[in-house]
C-alpha cells in the first residue's frame, strides 16, 4: 500500500518518501503530505501578485522547455493504457502533445494578466475614532482537486490556485500517472525557483488516496472534482469537506406562446447540437401548447440534418413522430443528440417541471414578452438563467471570466460558472489602538459605523 | 412516531396533518413538508422589498398583540422544565417574558431598515451588442434551522429568512415546545396577512425531526445550527447539507515583543472577562518571552480581582503562579474564568501556535510595530485577525452588520459575523436577442466583454 503515495517535487520526491517516511504507515503519510501543504498554503497567502505571476510565468517556461520529456511521458501512459484497454474517449482526453502543451501555456499567460483577487477590499468601515475594519480577500487555503485522465487539467487547476494563492492537493488518473508525474515535478520546481514554498502542491495517484483525501477536513477546505458526473456524485457523497462543481446539467429550453419561432429553433438548434457532450447543452424543451403545432414541425426540420431524436411526451408525439417519454426522460442528462420534449399549458408549468427535474444549471426562455422572462429569470431556481439565446453561453470564457475553475450547481458560495474569485473567501481585520469592548458595554464610548471607502493597508 | 410532526401555520396545522397524512409514514411526510416549505421559498424568492418589509411589520405588530398567549405558553414551559430539572442555565435561556418580547420586536424593526440583500446586481457585463450578463443576488432557498432552549433564536432567525427571501424549517429544543408553537403560529399567520406564501416557514420539534432533517439535501440548501459546541458539531459531522457557523470558539491574544504594556494589559483582561461564555472572548494568551517578565505579574495583578485561573507553560510558571498546562490546554475554550498562557520566542511561533491550536475564529496581535502586525493579519487563518483591540469585538453588531445569523469559522461562502448577505447568493442573467454559440465558434461575431455597470431590470 505504501507505494501509492507520490509527491513530485524537489523536496518530497516520491523516491525520498519510500525510504523516509513510508515505514510509517499510510495514513500518517497521508496526514504528513497534506499538513505540509497546509503549512505551506498560509506562506503562500501572504506572496504578492509580482511573486505570483512571476511563478506562474517561470511554470510556462518550464513546460515549454521539458515539452520532449512530457511527450514521453504521455506516449508511456497512452501505450500502457492501449494494452489496458482503456475506451477511446479515454484516450482521446489522455493524450497530451505538443498542442495540448501550447493550449495550457497560452492559458497560462491569460491568467498572468487576471487580476488578484486576494487582497481586494470588500468593505471599510470605522467602527470608531480609530477603530477601523476591514473586509479582505484571501485564499480559501488548501483545495483538494480530483480529475480523471485529462492532464491539462492538472496544469490549469493548479495554476488557478496558485494564482489566488491556495495550496492544491492534486489527483490525477492512473491511465495519466507517467504524465501527471512530469508535469507536477515541472510546475513545482519552477514555482520553487520564484520563491515560492516547495510544498504548496503535492500529487497523489491511486484510489486508495481518492479516500484519505476525502477524510483529510482537518487539512483541506475545499474540493473541486473534475469527471464524469458518476464521479462527481460519489465524491460529494462521500466527504464532509465541501465539494465545489456539477453532476447533473439537465439545461432546459422553455419556448413560450410569444416566441419568435424562427429564433426560438435557431436557439434550441444550437442549444441541442452546438456540442452535446457537455453540461450546458439542452436536454429538454418544454413548448406551450398553443405555439407547439407550429413551433415543433419546423424544429423537427431544422434538427433532421443533425440527426436529433426526438423523445416526446403523449401531446407531442400527436404533433410530430417522436419516441414516447417515459418519468425518466425528464430526469436525464442525455449528453447526446436526443432531445425530450414535452408540451405545458404555460409559464408556471414550464417553472414547475424545471424547479423539480432541472439540476440547477442553465435554462432559457424563449418568448416576445418581456413580464414572462422577468418571471421565469426570477422563479427559475438556477444558476444560469436565459432570455433568448443559446444555454451555451453559460461558460466562464464567454461570461468574460478569464479562467474557469468549473461550473457550480451549489446554493452557496460559488454558483454557475466560476472564475478566480470562487477560490478566496475574506478575512476581517480591525486596526485599534486599545480598543476594549467594555467601554461600548457601560457606553462610555459609541460606535460610529461610518464608511470610509479606503482600500486595507498598513 | 406520528405526533412528532408539528407544523404552526393556518394552513399545516398539527392536528390537520394527524387527521390528513399522518397515516402516510414518517419520511413520506417529513417529505411533503420540506417540499411545501421548498415550492413556497421559490415564490418568495420574487417578493419586493415592501412586501418582504410589511410582512416583517406585521408579525411585530402580531407578536405585541399576542403578548400574552406567548408569556402563557411560556409558563408551561417552564414549569414543565422545572419539574424536569432542567439545568438552571438552561432555564434562563427558555424564559422569554416581556422585555425578550419587547427586545425581538426591537430587533424586528432594525431588520426592516435594513437594505434588501436580494436582487444587487453585483456584476454587468455586454458580452456582444445586445447581449447582457447580470450577477443578480437571489436567495439560497431554504434554510434549516436547529437551535436549543432559546424561543428568541426562533424569531430572530425566522425573520433574518423573511428578510432574504428565503424559506425556513425550524427546530427547537423540545423544553421550549409550547412557546416555540405559539410562535410559529403567529408569525406565519402574520406573514400571510401580508401575501407571503403560507407554507415559507415550518416547525418541527423532535429529535427524529432532526435527523431526518439533516439528510434532506434535496429540499434544504443550508443549516445554521445554534447551540453548544458539541450540538454544532454534532450537526456537522452528520449532514452533506452545508453548515454554517461555528464549534469551537479558541480565541488567542500574542502579547509581542513591541507591545505597549498598559495597552496590552487592558485589552486582555477585556478580551478574557468582559463576557466568558462567548465564542469570542480569550482562552489563550501568547507572550513574547522577552516581554513576559514585565507583562505577566502586570497582567497577573490586573485579573486577580476577576479571579481568572491563570493555566501556564513551563516557562510561564517560572515567572507567575499558574496551574500547570497541559497539551489538552492549548484545544480548549474554557468559556470561563480561565486563561492559558504560553510564552513564544517570536511572531512565528505565536503564528504556528494560532494555525495548529485555534478554530479559526478571532485572534489578535498586541504591538507597536506595524509590519509585524502585517504579517500577523496575512499569516493568522482566521475569520478576524486584529491589531491593537479586543477579541470581542469580532460581532455582527459592533461590525455595524444591523442584522447576525452567526459566526462562521467556515472557509467557504460566509466567515466571521455573517449578516444579511450570508443568506443570498446569486443568479446569472443573460438577455440577448437570438444569440447563438455556433455564431462565435465560427467567429462570425466576437465577444466584447464590455463592463455596463447598470443594474438589472426589465
Keep these: ?102 493550449d495550457v501555456v497560452d492559458g497560462i499567460f491569460s491568467l498572468i494578466n487576471l487580476e488578484d483577487p486576494v487582497g481586494k477590499t470588500l468593505l471599510s468601515t470605522e467602527l470608531d475614532d ?77 484510489r486508495s488516496d481518492v479516500s484519505a483525501m476525502l477524510k483529510m477536513d482537518k487539512y483541506i477546505d475545499l474540493i473541486i472534482p473534475r469527471g464524469s458526473n458518476d464521479f462527481v456524485r460519489y465524491i460529494m457523497d462521500n466527504s464532509r469537506i465541501p465539494v465545489m462543481g456539477h453532476a447533473d446539467g439537465i439545461c432546459h429550453c422553455y419556448v413560450d406562446e410569444d416566441a419568435d419561432i424562427d429564433m426560438a429553433v435557431k436557439i434550441v438548434v444550437d442549444s441541442k447540437t452546438q456540442y452535446v457532450a457537455v453540461c450546458n447543452a439542452a436536454e429538454t424543451l418544454l413548448v406551450h401548447e398553443k405555439t407547439a403545432p407550429d413551433f415543433l414541425p419546423e424544429l423537427k426540420k431544422a434538427l433532421e440534418s443533425k440527426r436529433v431524436e426526438l423523445i416526446g411526451c403523449p401531446k407531442t408525439c400527436a404533433v410530430i413522430p417522436a419516441t414516447p417519454a417515459s418519468e425518466e426522460d425528464w430526469k436525464t442528462e442525455y449528453l447526446d443528440y436526443k432531445l425530450s420534449v414535452k408540451m405545458v399549458s404555460g409559464l408556471d408549468e414550464a417553472i414547475d417541471h424545471i424547479n423539480t ?80 469592548v467594555g467601554d461600548y458595554s457601560n457606553r462610555s464610548r459609541n460606535f460610529s459605523h461610518k464608511k470610509i471607502n479606503r482600500d486595507f493597508s498598513l
Design 1 to 102: 500500500m505504501n507505494k501509492v503515495v507520490g509527491w513530485e517535487s524537489s523536496v518530497f520526491h516520491k523516491d525520498k518518501l519510500d525510504g523516509n517516511i513510508l515505514g510509517r504507515g499510510y495514513d500518517r503519510i497521508m496526514n504528513e503530505l497534506a499538513y505540509r501543504v497546509k503549512e505551506a498554503s498560509i506562506k503562500l497567502a501572504g506572496a504578492g501578485t509580482e511573486q505570483k505571476n512571476k511563478a506562474l510565468a517561470q511554470i510556462a517556461q518550464s513546460l515549454k522547455n521539458s515539452k520532449e520529456e512530457i511527450i514521453k511521458a504521455n506516449r508511456e501512459d497512452l501505450l500502457r493504457s492501449e494494452k489496458e484497454n482503456l475506451p477511446l474517449p479515454l484516450l482521446k482526453r489522455l493524450k497530451f502533445d505538443e498542442s495540448k502543451i501550447e
Design 130 to 206: 480609530g477603530l477601523e475594519l476591514y473586509k479582505v480577500t484571501c485564499p480559501i487555503g488548501v483545495i483538494g482537486v480530483i480529475f480523471e485522465s485529462r492532464p491539462d487539467a492538472l496544469v490549469q487547476i493548479s495554476t488557478l490556485c496558485l494564482k489566488s494563492g491556495n495550496g492544491v492537493l492534486l489527483k490525477g488518473g492512473s491511465e495519466a500517472r507517467e504524465t501527471n508525474r512530469v508535469l507536477a515535478g515541472v510546475i513545482v520546481r519552477a514555482t520553487e525557483e520564484a520563491g515560492i514554498p516547495p510544498n504548496w502542491a503535492a500529487l497523489l495517484e491511486t
Design 357 to 436: 427535474y432541472g439540476s440547477g444549471h442553465t435554462d432559457i426562455i424563449l418568448t416576445g414578452d418581456k413580464k414572462k422572462a422577468a418571471q421565469f429569470m426570477d422563479y427559475v431556481d438556477s444558476g444560469n438563467v436565459f432570455w433568448n439565446c443559446s444555454t451555451r453561453f453559460s461558460d466562464g470564457f464567454r461570461y468574460g471570466f478569464g479562467a474557469e475553475v468549473g461550473i457550480s450547481t451549489g446554493k452557496i458560495h460559488s454558483r454557475g460558472p466560476v472564475g478566480l474569485e470562487g477560490l478566496v473567501i475574506y478575512k476581517y481585520k480591525l486596526i485599534g489602538n486599545g480598543h476594549i
